[in-house]
T-cell receptor, first 110, second 112 residues
Framework: SQQGEEDPQALSIQEGENATMNCSYK?????LQWYRQNSGRGLVHLIL?????REKHSGRLRVTLDTSKKSSSLLITASRAADTASYFC??????????FGTGTQLKVEL | EAQVTQNPRYLITVTGKKLTVTCSQN?????MSWYRQDPGLGLRQIYY???????DKGDVPEGYKVSRKEKRNFPLILESPSPNQTSLYFC???????????FGPGTRLTVL
């Protein structure tokens, strides 16, 4: 079963704008991770937030986690054309098994 | 260079013809996993392995087999492929006790 449902499925913005993606999950997690996938290629880990954390920053990335609502958001600030990719959340539950969401396709236009 | 490699990268085959997709990692990771990616469904785990000779089913194991005879290799075997196994397959690895997974470049499989 899918752990994460992501919203929106697709997002198109202009370069320099912020991009926000949301993820909801169903079961308890130890941590939630975000990955990026360039078209047809392997996923690359971006950032991890633990279940006892509420917010985390890494460069232009900001992740929040609300365990009471079973939701997380990824904010990319000052987006660039190179940020164009699909973004996936993945919840790590028992045994650190990762269960992925369906992804958000982000397009950043010049 | 630390990496996960998969072969082949692209494969077109016919129903029922046994095939193996290889996965190898050079990072001495204990944990390895196979996923398939389908449009609108995200990534779904097929099988995973916590260490040599230790494998377990993921969410969609039907029609697949795996083996873990060596730490670095985790081949995915389709004994009798069917068209519904047409998909993009990813292998991933990580050290035990560590959260980030490292993904291979993917294998695009088409079963006619």
């Amino acid at each position: 079963s899918q752990q994460g449902e992501e919203d929106p499925q697709a997002l198109s913005i202009q370069e320099g704008e912020n991009a926000t993606m949301n993820c909801s999950y169903k079961t308890s997690i130890n941590n939630l991770q975000w990955y990026r996938q360039n078209s047809g290629r392997g996923l690359v880990h971006l950032i991890l937030i633990r279940s006892n954390e509420r917010e985390k920053h890494s460069g232009r990335l900001r992740v929040t986690l609300d365990t009471s609502k079973k939701s997380s958001s990824l904010l990319i600030t000052a987006s660039r054309a190179a940020d164009t990719a699909s973004y996936f959340c993945a919840g790590a539950g028992g045994g650190n098994k990762l269960t992925f969401g369906t992804g958000t396709q982000l397009k950043v236009e010049l | 260079e630390a990496q996960v490699t998969q072969n082949p990268r692209y494969l077109i085959t016919v129903t029922g013809k046994k095939l193996t997709v290889t996965c190898s990692q050079n990072m001495n990771h204990e944990y390895m996993s196979w996923y398939r990616q389908d449009p609108g469904l995200g990534l779904r785990q097929i099988y995973y392995s916590m260490n040599v000779e230790v494998t377990d089913k993921g969410d969609v194991p039907e029609g697949y087999k795996v083996s873990r005879k060596e730490k670095r290799n985790f081949p995915l075997i389709l004994e009798s492929p069917s068209p519904n196994q047409t998909s993009l397959y990813f292998c991933a690895s990580r050290p035990l006790g560590y959260n980030e997974q490292f993904f291979g470049p993917g294998t695009r499989l088409t079963v006619l």
